[in-house]
């Protein structure tokens, strides 16, 4: 039995055209929820306080699965990551909730949070399909549009334009940059590259 994960961090590569303004809408819900929170612009914003103020529950992934098997494959404990990272669920009373695998890495729990996150603030719909496991992995459709905006969105409101400015202005190395707002040093490459800022001339005639 092998767990499969939807496109993540480890694919970052854009493939799929966003609609004009995505990306800049993206940026203004990061500011707007970062104040909602009283946050500031240029500061972390944590994936599950936001969950909290959106009023999604989120679980574990133990608290759906029980079996020695399904654990053990979650927490990659034959030696091999797990690739299955998250997944949004329709309860029977109509409310979404996220079931994440907290047996990843801080960074990985808080992109894999946020990108579904941003699926529900996209108001993606979810295919449901039935799988004859404890917790159905895998259960969204994969829908190449919708998986393309939940990767900008959700990465936008990790690592806000605000965010990545606030920290080149103080010649952070990457690595410094993803444990200061908890992400990987590859959704750190990522926004640095689809922001702009990576080759920004501002920072090269400021280092030059």
Known sequence: ??????????????????????KANAEKLAKEYREELNIHPCAPL???????????????????????????????ADGETCEWSALTMVTEAGNQIIIYNHFHSEARQQSDVMHELAHIICKHD????????????????YNPVQEEEAKCLGSTLQLAKPCLFWARKRNMPYDEIAAHFNASVEMVTYRMNISGLAKSAYFKKKTS
């Open 1 to 22: 039995m092998t767990w499969h994960t939807e496109p993540n961090e480890n694919i970052l590569a854009t493939k799929v055209k966003l609609r004009h303004g995505f």
């Open 46 to 76: 944590c994936a599950f306080k936001l969950a909290d103020h959106l009023s999604i529950s989120y679980y574990k992934a133990t608290e759906f699965i029980s079996s020695p098997e399904h654990i053990r494959l979650a927490s990659g």
């Open 126 to 141: 979810h295919e449901q399909i039935n799988h004859d496991s404890e917790l159905p992995l895998g259960l969204r459709s």
